[in-house]
Structure formats: C-alpha cells, structure tokens
C-alpha cells in the first residue's frame, strides 16, 4: 500500500506539473525573460527525472525511504518557495492575474500540502517498520 501512495505522490511534481506549465503561463510566457524560462525548463525536467528514480526504486529495486526522502524533498521545497514567496515576490497568480482556486485556496498550494503529508506518512513509516533486507521494502 506504501508503494502506490508514494507513487501516486509522485504525479504532482513529476507529471502534472510539467504538462501544465508547459503552456503559456510559464515556459512559453513572452512576458517571461528567457533566463527564468530557462530555470523553469531545468526544474521540470529535474523533478521528472527524480520522479522516474523514485518509481524505479520503488518497484524495481523495492525501496522506500530513499524515494520517500526525495519526493519529501521535492514537495517541502515547493512549500518553502510558497512560504517564502513574499520574501522575494513570487505569487501563485499567472501573468494576467488569474489563479486557479477553490475557496481561495490555490489548487496547487492544497495538493502539494496533501501530497507532502503522504509522503512524510509514507517516509516515517520506514523508520518504524522492520527491515527485511537492505533494499527491501520496508512492510
């Protein structure tokens, strides 16, 4: 059961969030400076990628806590990067002002808490499970 929350955990950052900011509110923005795109192209692709290590340890090589530890990672950092965004200016609104919320709570900002909740659930579990074997996934 571990194994596919944590893989369900994994489409935020490593589907989803590529396939939408693909689009004219991020990659192809005009009113972006291609050095931001750039970092943007860097990021998805960096997160896709550890999304792909993680589902490969967790199925192929059968871990959990070393793809629970870098999805944690990934999802706590978009958090922080939220937290801190007035620090620095960022928003969750697009260039033309619009934000997808429900409630006024941005859809991005409630999936990525819930998704980072799972994950660590996932990650403290494999501290408190027995070990059957140094890549065995943790029961």
């Known amino acids: 059961m571990r194994r596919i929350i944590l893989t369900l955990a994994l489409i935020p950052f490593g589907v989803l969030t590529p396939v ?3 689009g004219v509110t991020h990659v192809v923005n005009p009113d972006w400076p291609g050095h931001a795109r ?10 896709s990628s550890l999304a792909m290590l993680c589902l490969w340890l967790i199925w192929c090589s059968r871990q959990l806590r070393l793809p629970a530890l870098i999805a944690f990672i990934i999802s706590l950092g978009f958090l ?37 909740i799972a994950i660590g659930a996932v990650l403290a579990s494999t501290f408190r499970a027995p070990r059957d074997g140094p890549n065995s996934v943790r029961r």
Not at 38 to 47: P, S, Y
Not at 87 to 108: F, K, P
């Open 38 to 47: 750039l970092h943007e192209v860097w990021q998805l692709l960096t997160n």
């Open 20 to 22: 939408l900011e693909l």
């Open 80 to 116: 922080a990067a939220y937290s801190l965004s007035p620090l620095y200016g960022g928003t969750m609104r697009h260039s033309d002002g619009s934000e997808i919320a429900v409630g006024g709570i941005n859809i991005a900002v409630a999936m990525m808490l819930v998704t980072t």
